[in-house]
C-alpha cells in the first residue's frame, strides 16, 4: 500500500470516527419523540379547545434562564432536595412580588390584587424566616 492509499484509509477512518462521535452527541442531547398528547382538566371547567401549553414553557423558559441550576449538565446543581425547594421557592417569590415585569409595569402580585408595593429581597426574606 502506497502513502496516497494510506493517507486516504486514515482520513476515511477519522472521519466515520467524527461521525459516529457527532450521531452519539445528536442523541444524548435530542429531546425524544413525543408519542401522544392528551388534554384533561385538573379542575374547574376550562374551554380545552383554547387549552394551550404556551403559559407553563414561557414559566419553564423563564426559570431555566433565571436558575442556574435547571440548566442541563451544569455544576451548579443541589445536592439536597431541600436546598432545590428553597430555591424554587425564592425565585417564584422574587419573580412573583419584587420584578416589575415589563408588560404590566407592575409585579404579577400587584396585578393581581396580592401585594400593594413591590416587595425588597429583604422582605422575601424575612417572610421565609
Excluded at 452527541?25 to 382538566?41: Q, T
Excluded at 419553564?60 to 449538565?73: I, Q
Aim: with cysteine; proline share 2%.
Amino acid at each position: 500500500m502506497n502513502l496516497k492509499n494510506r493517507i486516504n484509509a486514515i482520513n476515511k477512518k477519522l472521519s466515520l470516527n467524527q461521525q459516529g462521535a457527532f450521531a452519539q452527541w445528536a442523541v444524548r442531547y435530542s429531546p425524544s419523540a413525543c408519542v401522544g398528547c392528551e388534554r384533561n382538566s385538573v379542575f374547574g371547567n376550562p374551554n380545552l379547545s383554547r387549552a394551550s401549553t404556551s403559559h407553563i414553557e414561557r414559566q419553564n423558559l423563564t426559570v431555566r434562564m433565571s436558575m442556574r441550576r435547571m440548566t442541563r449538565l451544569t455544576n451548579a446543581f443541589s445536592k439536597k432536595w431541600v436546598n432545590l425547594k428553597w430555591s424554587y421557592a425564592l425565585q417564584f417569590a422574587y419573580y412573583n412580588f419584587c420584578r416589575i415585569h415589563q408588560t404590566l409595569k407592575v409585579t404579577p402580585a400587584m396585578e393581581a390584587g396580592i401585594a400593594d408595593h413591590v416587595w425588597s429581597l429583604s422582605e422575601v426574606i424575612e417572610l421565609a424566616k
